[in-house]
Nanobody
Framework: RVPLVESGGGSAQTGGSLRLSCVSS????????IGWFRQAPGKEREGVAL????????DYASSVEGRFTISQDNAKKVVYLQMNTLNAEDTGMYYC???????????????????WGQGTQVTVSS
């Protein structure tokens, strides 16, 4: 069973919005760092947003701050990434990843995250 499943990707125009979802089947759900990462063709993976399940802390990469919002529904065990004011540089495969319980968030490159989803593609065009 895949521990993290992403959905919500697709195509959007510049300035548009998309909301990604990451459903977790990890147990226990809480006290894990969950991050959204992306990778564009020919580029290295980069983190865009982090949160701790069951808590309220969030952190964002400077490239998305003010445009993206990470949130969660603890009852549904879902972490969302609301993406607004999209631009072409946001194009890429988006992944969610989680740490083992009670481990600090890994690096913005993804090192330290133990579980990964299969990704959902986001394409932004003008």
């Amino acid at each position: 069973r895949v521990p993290l499943v992403e959905s919500g990707g697709g195509s959007a125009q510049t300035g548009g919005s998309l909301r990604l979802s990451c459903v977790s089947s990890l147990w226990p759900y809480s006290e894990r760092c969950i991050g959204w990462f992306r990778q564009a063709p020919g580029k290295e993976r980069e983190g865009v947003a982090l949160t701790v399940t069951g808590g309220g802390s969030t952190d964002y990469a400077s490239s998305v701050e003010g445009r993206f919002t990470i949130s969660q529904d603890n009852a549904k065990k879902v972490v969302y990434l609301q993406m607004n004011t999209l631009n072409a540089e946001d194009t890429g495969m988006y992944y969610c990843a989680a740490t083992i319980r009670r481990r600090d968030c890994g690096s913005w490159s993804g090192t330290g995250f133990d579980y990964w989803g299969q990704g959902t593609q986001v394409t932004v065009s003008s």
